[in-house]
């Protein structure tokens, strides 16, 4: 069995982020009759920029990356605030190859995530999903960190 670690993203994992989101794209749009998901993952989109301001975590076998997860707080910035918000971390996006599925890849990137938003000081994880992510609909039975 390959060992799978996930890290932080670099910019040398923007073709794969960027080729990922694509892919993702299609799946969405095969699954929901929409053609309205093109913006998140269109290939004129600055990932580069999302990488300085959101986390991503990649989860890769050695140096092959097989999935990512995108995370970020809404209020960057709290200890300028005079009254310190409720951190609710939000996942924005997550995806796995579809070669890689039901091998945990997804369960280990989400136990990253929670580890990085509680290191964050998060108080919780959001996690939206499109209608019909069956996979992600399973997900939400978990309780709250």
Request: a negative charge; charged letters at 20%.
């Amino acid at each position: 069995m390959v060992e799978i670690t996930v890290r932080d993203a670099l910019p040398a994992d923007v073709p794969f982020l960027r080729d990922a989101l694509a892919k993702l794209n299609d799946e969405m749009e095969t699954r929901s009759g929409a053609a309205g998901f093109r913006a998140e993952g269109f290939p004129g989109l600055n990932i580069e920029g999302y990488l300085q301001r959101d986390s991503f975590l990649i989860a890769a076998a050695g140096e092959e990356p097989r999935g990512f997860l995108s995370i970020y707080l809404p209020y960057p910035a709290p200890d300028r605030s005079l009254v310190r918000p409720r951190q609710m971390a939000m996942i924005n996006t997550a995806y796995v190859l579809p070669t890689y599925r039901r091998q945990g890849i997804a369960s280990l990137l989400l136990a990253s995530t929670e580890a990085k938003c509680r290191a964050w000081g998060a108080t919780g994880i959001h996690l939206g999903f499109i209608e019909g992510n069956v996979a992600a609909e399973a997900y939400t039975g978990r309780p709250d960190m």
